[in-house]
């Protein structure tokens, strides 16, 4: 697979501002576990001049229009640095797509700039896996509609302009919808900011919702539409964590490689021991095949692949690279011995970041399930065959 051109100058710039923007504040982070206003600041200009803000959504909207490969591409390489400075490039949640146009203009447009940030919140504490148990309402009184519930893992909530918030209209699970809330209205509250183990400049609290009224226009798509919305999404988040998790793993297998050659113990350098030479050789292979894996299947989609197995192939490589990359990360440690413990090194942070994607956007039980279903249904060609 060569790079045309266009492809390779994405991948450039991506590489570039990882390395000369995130790079360097990673050290601070892991001391301080927030970002500061100027850090925040920083980021947003660099975001802009790099030209990676929304890479997910078209020009017209002001995003950069970039294909999945493309945005893989981009992914991949923001995926390398650690504390989760990946999710400061924004990419504003896909479904915003089936907004009006005034919706468009009055969320979308702000937020592909970086004006707005507007995270998803579906998950809640009896709600995770089966996002079908979500009990929030929205019961309409008027012109408004008036939300009741509890979300968790609310990622940046707390600091929302406004909340793509997944509830059931009229307590009906037969009716998932999606509101936009502004969570500066009476009944917003945010109960608790549990600590992670990474937190990314960012948190992931509980909420909760009492008789907040919103108008009754802030609904996206339409009412039971909810569920549709985010298989888009689903199809483009599980493709972005493939990226990442190759960029983790590249970066561990690159760090590890070099620290085998540098240290010497029994009078040679350890790559000499062919205990560890086997580890980086798994390394490699178990990179090189997450990598296949993604842009494979990013390259099919471009091409217009059904959806139904887009979904199902996406589930395979988000399940395969999340699980590749928690190992590779754990033999880089390995190699590192002490050091590969030691907060101030790379890998300790890139060992703890990794881990949360194996569990967010369906956890690797859920697309093995997936995988197990389609299996079932279409047999194992939809998994085997180049198509
Ligand atoms: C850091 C972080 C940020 C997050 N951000 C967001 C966010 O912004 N918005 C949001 O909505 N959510 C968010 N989440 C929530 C995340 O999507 C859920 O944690 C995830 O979907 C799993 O749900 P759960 O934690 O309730 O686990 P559970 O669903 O309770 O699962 C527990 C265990 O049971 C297994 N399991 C469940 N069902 C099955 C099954 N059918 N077959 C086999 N095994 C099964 C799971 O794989 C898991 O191992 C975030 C989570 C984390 C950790």
Avoid at 64 to 75: A, D, K, P, R, T
Avoid at 321 to 342: H, P
Wanted: proline residues 4%; negative net charge.
């Amino acid at each position: 697979m060569e790079l045309s051109a266009r492809r390779k100058e994405i991948q450039q710039r991506a590489r570039e501002f990882t390395e000369k923007v995130f790079f360097p504040m990673e050290l601070e982070l892991e001391e301080t576990d927030i970002l500061t206003r100027d850090q925040h600041q920083k980021i947003r200009e660099e975001v802009r001049n790099y030209k990676l803000n929304a890479i997910n959504h078209p020009e017209n909207v002001g995003g950069q229009g970039y294909n999945i490969y493309e945005q893989c591409l981009v992914n991949e390489e923001i995926g390398k640095s650690t504390g989760g400075l990946w999710n400061h490039v924004w990419q504003p949640p896909l479904c915003l797509r089936e907004a009006t146009e005034l919706q468009k203009k009055t969320y979308l447009v702000p937020a592909c700039a970086g004006e707005m940030f507007i995270p998803y919140s579906i998950s809640e504490p009896t709600a995770g896996s089966d996002a079908g148990g979500v009990k929030t309402t929205a019961v309409l009184d008027g012109d408004e509609w008036v939300i009741n519930g509890e979300k968790m893992f609310a990622s940046g909530c707390e600091r929302a302009d406004v909340i793509l918030l997944h509830t059931i209209v009229d307590g009906d699970p037969n009716k998932p919808t999606v509101l936009i809330v502004d969570p500066n209205l009476p009944g917003f509250e945010i109960v608790k900011l549990p600590k992670f183990m990474t937190t990314g400049g960012r948190g992931h609290p509980n909420v909760r919702y009492t008789n907040v009224r919103v108008p009754r226009d802030r609904v996206l798509g339409e009412i039971g539409q909810g569920f549709e919305l985010t298989k888009d999404w689903f199809v483009e988040a599980r493709t972005a964590i493939g990226a990442r998790c190759v960029g983790v793993a590249s970066r561990a297998l690159a760090l590890a490689t070099s620290y085998a050659k540098e240290r010497q113990q029994f009078g040679r350098p350890i790559f000499d021991f062919q205990g560890i030479e086997f580890m980086l050789a798994d390394m490699a292979a178990q990179t090189m095949a997450g990598k296949c894996m993604v842009y494979r299947v990013a390259e099919e989609i471009d091409a217009g692949l059904d959806r139904t197995i887009a979904h199902a192939r996406v589930s395979a490589v988000k399940y395969f690279c999340s699980e590749m990359a928690g190992g590779v990360v754990d033999q880089a440690l390995q190699i590192f011995g002490g050091r590969g413990y030691m907060r101030e090194n790379a890998i300790e942070r890139l060992y703890r970041d990794v881990r949360a994607e194996r569990i967010w956007e369906g956890t690797s039980e859920i697309q093995k399930v997936i995988i197990g279903r389609q299996l079932r249904k279409r047999g194992p060609e939809i998994f085997s065959e180049l198509m």
